[in-house]
């Protein structure tokens, strides 16, 4: 019956008119987590969770860990719930917490994705790692934002790697977009 649920949620968020949310396919859900290379019991967080799909991906990899959400739109955070995961909040950018690993697909628009990855380093423990999907337009973009985030990511030893080509496209995608991504990672 709560698997039913979650279902008709969901398909109901299909089309909904929700600027920016783009959920993680699971292929590349599953490539992010395991980039993330989540240990037994670890804590891990995925802030703007959407309807969770990095936080499935997650417990299917790592049963043990301890997965906490952060979403603004109640309708998801319901779905995120009977998931089952802890969701700490609505305002990823308010939040306060330390954690083992976080995984994201933060908003890419007007470079929000900037500001929610240096957020989430900074949540993150010594020895934490953060995998994050962020925009291709960070990294071949001139402004000023984008350039000091590059020299940054440069400063923590961050890498970043083009994911696959139309991975928001095709019967993976809830929802379809040809924004093309990258994967960060960061090690503190």
Same mark, same amino acid.
């Given at each position: !019956?709560?698997?039913? #649920? *979650?279902? %008709?949620? @969901? ?6 008119? =929700? ?42 990899? !790592?049963?043990?860990? #301890? *997965?906490? %959400?952060? @979403? ?6 319901? =779905? ?109």
């Amino acid at each position: !019956e709560r698997a039913q #649920k *979650i279902s %008709t949620l @969901e398909e109901k968020m299909r089309f909904s008119n =929700i600027p920016g949310f783009f959920p993680t396919p699971k292929a590349l859900a599953d490539e992010m987590v395991r980039r993330a290379d989540i240990g037994s019991g670890q804590t891990v967080l995925e802030p703007e969770a959407g309807k969770g799909d990095l936080a499935d991906a997650v417990k299917a990899a !790592e049963p043990t860990a #301890k *997965i906490t %959400t952060i @979403e603004r739109m109640a309708s998801l955070r319901e =779905i995120l719930q009977l998931k089952g995961y802890e969701v700490a909040g609505e305002d990823f950018l308010e939040h306060r917490g330390q954690y083992d690993r976080i995984v994201m697909n933060p908003p890419f628009e007007k470079g929000a994705d900037i500001e929610h990855v240096r957020h989430a380093y900074d949540q993150l423990k010594p020895g934490g790692k953060l995998v994050a999907l962020m925009s291709e337009g960070t990294f071949g973009n001139g402004s000023s934002k984008a350039t000091a985030f590059r020299s940054w990511l440069d400063s923590v030893d961050g890498i970043n790697e083009k994911s696959a080509a139309g991975s928001f496209k095709g019967v993976q995608a809830f929802r379809q977009t040809g924004v093309a991504s990258r994967i960060v990672e960061i090690t503190k």
